[in-house]
């Protein structure tokens, strides 16, 4: 894996600098799939504050994100700069009451 890309410079810094992250398809306020409004419906559920990254404004972004995580879909989730996983294994931990476990664990409180 070449990290000196500077895609994963960007993707390095925005983890980094926001506690909670999904690189989705489309913004939050307008998701581009189903997935990633799933994603972004759960972490609003939860009144958890996340920035939204379009992957699709960036090809290079699209592809880079896949390859710094080695998974191969989009939405990722990143809580704390750690990759969390995509719309499958979200969805599953919210159900299951953990992801509202890691958040508090991580001391990410709701907004509300």
Same mark, same amino acid.
């Given at each position: 894996?070449?990290?000196?890309n #500077?895609v994963?410079e960007?993707?390095?810094?925005?983890?980094?600098?926001?506690?909670?992250?999904v690189?989705?398809?489309?913004s939050?306020?307008?998701?581009q799939? !189903?997935?990633?409004?799933?994603?972004?419906?759960?972490l609003?559920e939860?009144k958890?504050?996340?920035? !939204?990254?379009d992957?699709?404004?960036? #090809?290079s972004?699209?592809? !880079?994100i896949?390859?710094?995580?080695?998974?191969?879909?989009i939405?990722?989730?990143?809580?704390?700069g750690?990759f969390?996983?995509?719309c499958?294994?979200?969805r599953e931990?919210?159900?299951? !009451?953990?992801?509202?476990?890691?958040?508090q664990?991580q001391?990410?409180?709701?907004?509300?």
């Amino acid at each position: 894996m070449d990290m000196e890309n #500077p895609v994963f410079e960007r993707i390095k810094n925005d983890v980094a600098s926001n506690d909670v992250v999904v690189y989705m398809k489309g913004s939050p306020v307008f998701p581009q799939c !189903g997935f990633s409004a799933a994603v972004v419906q759960i972490l609003s559920e939860m009144k958890v504050k996340f920035r !939204g990254i379009d992957v699709l404004s960036d #090809p290079s972004l699209r592809d !880079g994100i896949k390859k710094f995580s080695d998974w191969p879909t989009i939405p990722q989730l990143y809580i704390k700069g750690e990759f969390i996983g995509g719309c499958d294994i979200v969805r599953e931990m919210f159900e299951s !009451g953990e992801l509202a476990d890691l958040f508090q664990k991580q001391g990410i409180v709701s907004v509300a």
